[in-house]
């Protein structure tokens, strides 16, 4: 058990150590550009997520376990992964009814 | 206005459980409302820090500095908690038995009081900062129904502000033979919950491995963003989706404090003066 936790841990450190793959993300006018983020399943990648607007957005998505603020007119890095294949959901939390998302794992 | 009012009651109610708590748990100690108001009113004024410190806090740690902000206020926080179910292993006896008796044990009371009045304001700082930042978005959006956002906000905060006071009243309502016992469940549940939260935002800095993610869904049941996830996962650290780091975290705080409590309950009943002392009283 011991030895399997150790390799997990390794294994997931070298995947960390490779170069994540990078996917750019807008939020403009409380929306999501692109809406749909087709990533690799099984490996951990980056969002690089720019917030347009003067407003603040909280990125979230209880199904892939982010939850990070990006405040207005600034960027933000968000790590998402490894996902098993298929849809994640994620919102703006601060306005859930325009900024709706989904990242399809393949 | 209804969506403003859900959004700043889900933030508010997890702080407004803890602090429910807290203050259920501290109940008997002397000066102890004063010592809740500070909690409180530190939380907010930092909240306020926080959410206009946001972008600098941000960008801190490569970006990572939100994370590891949000994984050290709960550490914090889990600290604490232990500490005060340990302490309360120790002195909850005494409360039960005589308030008075625990009034001359000032300094360790103060002690304790100071203790959760840092769990107080870093709950209150961790969802108040993300209220503010959501109410100042509001504010300069220049958005017509502005006003009445405004006032589903101030629903929402009393609504969460509410359930706290109902969870304050419904754990006094417990009879003083199990009041304590249950007390720190609840502390206890609480603090491994927030080490799972932590591990959570430590995952998503990449700082630490998932470990099998999730190793259970059942968001489709009760899903972490709804009213009754929230109150579950403020009660008992429930989590629909959880890594398996998470429940490491979870079980490790678990095991630590309860074997940090029976440890001072041991320590208590060991020297033969505190038994003549208490056969005595």
């Not at chain 2, 501290?26 to 972008?55: H, M, N, Q, W």
């Not at chain 2, 409590?261 to 056969?279: I, K």
Request: contains cysteine.
């Amino acid at each position: 058990m011991k030895r399997l936790a150790l390799s997990l841990f390794l294994s997931t450190a070298l995947v960390a150590f490779a170069q994540d793959k990078e996917f750019a993300i807008t939020i403009k006018d409380h929306k999501f550009t692109p809406d749909r983020v087709e990533i690799p399943a099984g490996q951990k990648v980056k969002f690089m997520v720019e917030n347009q607007d003067a407003t603040p957005e909280e990125f979230e998505s209880s199904s892939m376990k982010i939850e990070k603020v990006i405040p207005g007119k600034s960027k933000a890095t968000i790590f998402v992964g490894p996902l098993k294949a298929g849809e994640y959901k994620f919102v703006g939390e601060f306005n859930e009814k325009t900024a709706k998302g989904v990242v399809v794992a393949k | 206005m209804f969506g403003t009012a859900l959004i700043v009651f889900r933030e508010v109610l997890e702080a407004a459980l803890i602090v429910g708590i807290v203050a259920a748990a501290t109940t008997g100690i002397p000066g102890r409302a004063r010592y809740i108001a500070g909690g409180l009113a530190a939380g907010l004024l930092g909240s306020i820090l926080v959410a206009f410190g946001a972008e600098r806090i941000g960008q801190l740690a490569e970006g990572m500095g939100q994370e590891l902000f949000n994984a050290s206020i709960l550490g914090i926080a889990v600290v604490m908690l232990a500490w005060h179910n340990i302490w309360m292993s120790v002195h909850g006896r005494e409360l039960a038995a005589n308030a008075k008796k625990m009034g001359k044990d000032v300094m360790s009371g103060a002690r304790e009081m100071s203790v959760m009045l840092v769990v107080i304001a870093v709950a209150v700082l961790r969802e108040g900062s993300e209220t503010v930042l959501f109410l100042y978005g509001v504010a300069i959006s220049g958005d017509a129904s502005q006003g009445a956002m405004i006032a589903g906000g101030a629903i929402g905060l009393v609504c969460g502000v509410a359930v706290g006071v109902l969870v304050f009243k419904g754990l006094l309502k417990i009879p003083l033979k199990h009041f304590f016992s249950a007390t720190s469940a609840l502390v206890l549940l609480l603090a491994a919950g927030m080490a799972a939260q932590a591990a959570r935002f430590l995952i998503q800095a990449n700082m630490i491995p998932s470990l099998a993610n999730p190793v259970w869904d059942t968001s489709e049941i009760v899903s972490n963003s709804s009213v009754m996830g929230k109150l579950m996962q403020g009660l008992l650290g429930y989590d629909a989706q959880p890594a398996g780091m998470q429940m490491v975290f979870f079980v490790t705080v678990f095991a630590a404090i309860l074997i940090g409590m029976a440890w001072a309950r041991r320590r208590l009943e060991q020297p033969p003066g505190a038994r003549a002392a208490t056969a005595t009283s």
